[in-house]
């Protein structure tokens, strides 16, 4: 009996060490950082085969010269709620005093339209986009290149809003790209927006969250 209880003993002490190791892996991991994410939308982003601003101001009730703010907050509010419990922490910089996006938005550069869009930190020095990550506590900058009002009447009338987006990494590394859309079938105020792009904004949020994984 003292034997078979000297051989249980030896044996948990064996096992322990791994247990301990596991135990200490699987915590790490439950409190491993979200990856901080930094939104920056550009100024006259909103494009359209159709609409021009004052006609945008008229149907949406938006003021015309508030047009590519309002819609990049909308973006911005539904990818940071969609990635709240996420892998990654979204923040807006046009509600954060403390950071000063003006540095690097207007020397952002897209080239394209509508689907085929994309974003350029070229002219950007990486001391400037790090100076505004930093100000931010954030490691990527997600870049909302374009909101994209696509008319067309046939074979039924609807409005494709299609944004597109690039992320980079604190080196002006591009990390991905992208474009999601959602449909009405007129423009609508921005309640209505901001409800009918949440399943979009998701979808964003889950693509920079696979590319960080």
């Known amino acids: 009996m003292k034997s078979t209880r000297l051989f249980v003993y030896f044996a948990v002490l064996a096992t322990a060490p791994g247990a301990l190791w596991a135990r200490k892996e699987k915590a790490v991991q439950g409190n491993q950082q979200q990856a901080q994410v930094l939104i920056v939308g550009l100024d006259k982003n909103v494009k359209s085969n ?4 004052d006609l945008i101001a008229e149907q949406t009730g938006i003021q015309a010269d508030s047009i590519d703010h309002r819609y990049n907050a909308i973006i911005a509010a539904n990818i940071i709620a969609a990635g709240s419990n996420g892998s990654c922490r979204f ?3 046009n509600l954060e005093p403390a950071v000063h ?3 690097i ?3 952002i550069h897209v080239a394209g339209e509508a689907e085929q869009c994309v974003a350029s930190l070229n002219d950007v020095t990486t001391e400037e ?4 990550l930093d100000e931010a506590h954030a490691d990527y900058l997600l870049v909302l290149n374009q909101h994209y009002l696509k008319w067309q009447e046939e074979p039924m009338r609807t409005v494709f809003h299609m944004i597109s987006y690039t992320l980079f990494d604190k080196n002006k ?5 992208g474009n999601q859309y959602f449909t009405s079938m007129n423009l609508e105020a921005p309640d209505k927006v901001a409800q009918l792009s949440r399943k979009t904004s998701s979808k964003i949020a889950a693509a920079i969250a696979r590319s960080l994984d």
């Open 105 to 107: 938005v207007g020397k």
């Open 50 to 53: 159709y609409y021009y601003d």
């Open 91 to 93: 923040t807006f910089a």
């Open 173 to 177: 590394k591009q990390v991905t790209s």
């Open 129 to 132: 986009l790090r100076a505004t």
């Open 101 to 103: 996006c003006e540095r």
